[in-house]
T-cell receptor
């Protein structure tokens, strides 16, 4: 599985935008970029995913570099509820029989009131 | 729409015993994946089930086994429990397609003494 690199931790203030970076320099042309987050004492939660173009949904935006070697998850206005570990994960669109998620250690986001 | 549910919430077992954990998939999902999450780490893929058959396996020994039932619910069985099996066990359901997100349950916290 292609690997991703994320900062161990980041800090933000409430109601400010947050940009969470992810490097995936060995990404292949068939890898989707997925983001999940895990709030304390909960299972991971899907946030967003994309292939080549930037994506927006109700939770966040995903900005994908033109060469696809990096991406940024954008939380437009952080709330205290956004404090979580954020995981950037690559999934092969040709995963064959196996569509597993390979989690790293993720980025621990702290949101200050 | 009912989300993914898991039972029990917490469980304490003794080394050498056997344990069965249960998962009910989100309505309409046909694939179930199981993950193990040790404290402070990201979830690690155990295996996935699709149409009642194992459909991919991570680096876990054969004493970790599972079942998927016709209603797509699933069980994770662990034999000969070891202290290192203490972890949060997460179940995730999804449609069987690489771009589709996985929906996680809240997990079962297993403690082996």
């Amino acid at each position: 599985d292609a690997k991703t690199t994320q900062p161990n931790s980041m800090e933000s203030n409430e109601e400010e935008p947050v940009h969470l970076p992810c490097n995936h320099s060995t990404i292949s042309g068939t890898d989707y970029i997925h983001w999940y987050r895990q709030l304390p004492s909960q299972g991971p939660e899907y946030v967003i995913h994309g292939l080549t173009s930037n994506v927006n949904n109700r939770m966040a935006s995903l900005a994908i570099a033109e060469d696809r070697k990096s991406s940024t998850l954008i939380l437009h206005r952080a709330t205290l509820r956004d404090a979580a570990v954020y995981y950037c994960i690559l999934r092969d669109v040709n995963g064959g029989s196996n569509y597993k998620l390979t989690f790293g250690k993720g980025t621990l986001l702290t949101v200050n009131p | 729409e009912t989300g993914v549910t898991q039972s029990p919430t917490h469980l304490i077992k003794t080394r050498g015993q056997q344990v069965t954990l249960r998962c009910s998939s989100q309505s309409g999902h046909n694939t179930v994946s199981w993950y193990q999450q040790a404290l402070g780490q990201g979830p690690q893929f155990i295996f996935q089930y699709y149409r009642e058959e194992e459909n991919g396996r991570g680096n876990f020994p054969p004493r970790f086994s599972g079942l998927q039932f016709p209603n797509y619910s699933s069980e994770l069985n662990v034999n000969a429990l070891e202290l290192d099996d203490s972890a949060l066990y997460l179940c995730a359901s999804s449609y069987r397609a690489p771009g589709y997100e996985q929906y996680f349950g809240p997990g079962t916290r297993l403690t082996v003494t």
